[in-house]
């Protein structure tokens, strides 16, 4: 049997058994132009498969970047295709976003795949990723000191993202299209050794290949054994998550340093459970297991807390959370992250104040009012207590979590206080004999730790 005709058959038989779900779905392929993404075109055509293409124009190779657009054109009227195409002004992007060029061009392209799949109700993306670009991705994260995720190479699939050609090579692809005369578009900037990944495409690859001419099989034979062993370990991670996780009432992520101290690898298991927090600083997070109270790490979207005998996972606060709100007079309902208020004139006077609901005389107000966090020097006059009391002083009273300082908001009007939103009412403001008329303030999302 020629070498195309294995080649077809194997993915045939690729496909019935590893993608079944495959079968009669609305697929959508991202064609570049290039040698990898024209065969899979050709063979998904040739299996009957129901694709439309996609094609970014990244606008960085001049000329070269719109006859890449130009050919991907004319390939999907030749295989009686549909095809999308855009336009990215990519280094514009990398600049406001302050990204390298080739997370800038990712980011522009998945996003508007993904957008695609929601408009045109496509089922999958597919991608003509190979063996030899897993590779490629494996030295690049064991170059960085990755864990085991990164030396498993990409993966087949990822929820609607799936990658049908990485059980092939690049050898036996380029083998295919010049066997079936097709045509494709080189880029110039793959053969340069400027960024890493070509550096280690065109300078380190060819030695491991001429040390072992049979490494990429060897290799993929380590991936199937290494992704056999992420399955162990995923397996051991969920009894012990058991053991040592709770969540607090709000829902944030609470694990048990005295059960992750009785572990034989403590930093593993924290490295295992903390991993899509995006933590880099794996050290300082060992650390915190014997840190004072009140230590934080930071990743660039989470803040881990030792809090007593817990580490607690939470939510950077964002720039918005750190300003003030106003509310109008006529305002019946605030919604601000974590607050919910629903306020209301009363006119009965039979009303007592708890912890997510006040009553307060509403002539003692000046509005607009104002719902803000909280800051040094602040202070409030408890209700039912005599004199003021720092904010500061009340939270360690109350033990408070840094994560709870953090979270509260405090309702005021002009420069005073007027609630610890869900936790307490200020006495100025407090509803007597001589109130005429009420105000009824609730926040309905509630939230306790």
Not at 82 to 101: G, R, V
Not at 177 to 201: G, M
Not at 218 to 233: A, M, N, P, Y
Not at 298 to 316: A, G, M, P, W, Y
Request: charged share 30%.
């Amino acid at each position: 049997m020629y070498l195309y005709q294995v080649l077809f058959v194997q993915f045939y038989q690729h496909i019935t058994i590893n993608f079944p779900e495959l079968k009669g779905k609305n697929l959508l392929l991202a064609i570049s132009g290039g040698l990898d993404s024209v065969v899979l075109a050709h063979l998904l055509v040739k299996l009957d498969c129901n694709i439309t293409l996609a094609h970014c124009n990244f606008q960085l190779r001049g000329a070269d970047s719109d006859q890449d657009e130009v050919f991907v054109n004319a390939l999907a009227k030749s295989l009686k295709t549909a095809i999308y195409t855009k336009k990215f002004n990519t280094k514009t992007f990398a600049k406001q976003d302050k990204l390298s060029i080739q997370l800038a061009a990712r980011q522009l392209r998945y996003d508007w795949f993904y957008d695609l799949i929601k408009e045109h109700k496509f089922d999958y993306i597919l991608t003509a990723h190979h063996a030899d670009d897993s590779l490629e991705t494996f030295i690049i994260n064991l170059s960085r000191g990755t864990g085991l995720d990164g030396l498993t190479g990409i993966p087949e699939k990822n929820k609607t993202l799936i990658r049908p050609l990485l059980a092939f090579t690049r050898n036996e692809i380029k083998q295919y299209a010049k066997t079936h005369k097709l045509t494709w578009r080189e880029d110039a900037s793959n053969a340069e050794t400027n960024y890493l990944r070509n550096k280690i495409r065109h300078e380190v690859i060819p030695v491991l290949k001429g040390v072992n001419p049979n490494f990429l099989d060897g290799f993929s034979k380590t991936i199937r054994h290494l992704k056999e062993s992420r399955q162990l370990i995923d397996e051991a991670i969920s009894t012990i998550k058991e053991q040592v996780i709770t969540f607090t009432k709000d829902k944030q992520l609470k694990l048990d340093i005295v059960a992750l101290k009785k572990l034989k690898y403590p930093k593993a298991y924290l490295y295992e459970i903390l991993k899509d927090y995006k933590f880099t600083a794996w050290e300082d997070v060992v650390n915190l297991l014997d840190a004072q109270s009140g230590k934080q790490v930071f990743s660039q979207t989470h803040c881990l807390l030792k809090d007593r005998n817990f580490l607690i996972v939470s939510e950077k606060a964002s720039d918005k959370e750190k300003l003030q709100f106003s509310i109008e007079e006529n305002q019946t309902i605030v919604e601000i992250n974590n607050i919910k208020l629903r306020i209301s004139e009363l006119n009965d006077d039979n009303v007592i104040s708890h912890l997510n609901t006040i009553f307060i005389d509403k002539n003692k107000v000046h509005w607009p009012l104002t719902l803000r966090k909280w800051k040094i020097g602040d202070y409030f006059y408890p209700l039912g207590m005599q004199g003021k009391k720092k904010v500061s002083k009340y939270f360690k009273d109350e033990k408070f979590s840094l994560i709870q300082k953090e979270a509260t908001w405090l309702l005021c009007s002009d420069d005073k206080i007027i609630w610890i939103v869900n936790h307490r009412l200020d006495d100025r403001f407090k509803v007597t004999e001589s109130t005429e008329k009420i105000l009824k303030i609730e926040n309905t999302f509630k939230y306790n730790y």
